[in-house]
Nanobody, 127 residues
Framework: QVQLAESGGGLVQPGGSLRLSCAIS????????IGWFRQTPGKEREGISC????????YYANSVKGRFTISRDNAENTVYLQMGSLKPEDTAVYYC????????????????????WGQGTQVTVSS
């Protein structure tokens, strides 16, 4: 199993931008998909973006499509989530997750499909 560490969260004003990082420790052979999820108190963890390493395919939830971009830096073994046009409803704890078998799909993504998780980073969008 890989180990994941998120960073880059913080406080940002509405309309602002943040870039989250997911540092991956372990062999690239140990994961195929990286997913970004977010969670607010009392709600289920929401899958918002996914990246498949075999073909570079991506997925975005409707709630973030057009505003967030997922990307990978091979040299740094890091997956990023660039977040723009942030809204107060984007406030949440953001998690990255990895799985060796999962393929990103346009049909959505669910936390149960990912085996390895980071500890999360808080993003707060507020004026």
């Amino acid at each position: 199993q890989v180990q994941l560490a998120e960073s880059g969260g913080g406080l940002v004003q509405p309309g602002g931008s943040l870039r989250l990082s997911c540092a991956i420790s372990g062999s690239s052979l140990d994961w195929h998909a990286i997913g970004w999820f977010r969670q607010t108190p009392g709600k289920e963890r929401e899958g918002i973006s996914c990246f498949s390493s075999s073909d570079g395919s991506t997925y975005y939830a409707n709630s973030v499509k057009g505003r967030f971009t997922i990307s990978r830096d091979n040299a740094e073994n890091t997956v990023y989530l660039q977040m723009g046009s942030l809204k107060p409803e984007d406030t949440a704890v953001y998690y990255c997750a990895a799985d060796p078998d999962y393929y990103c799909s346009e049909h959505g993504m669910f936390a149960i499909d990912f085996r390895s998780w980071g500890q999360g980073t808080q993003v707060t969008v507020s004026s």
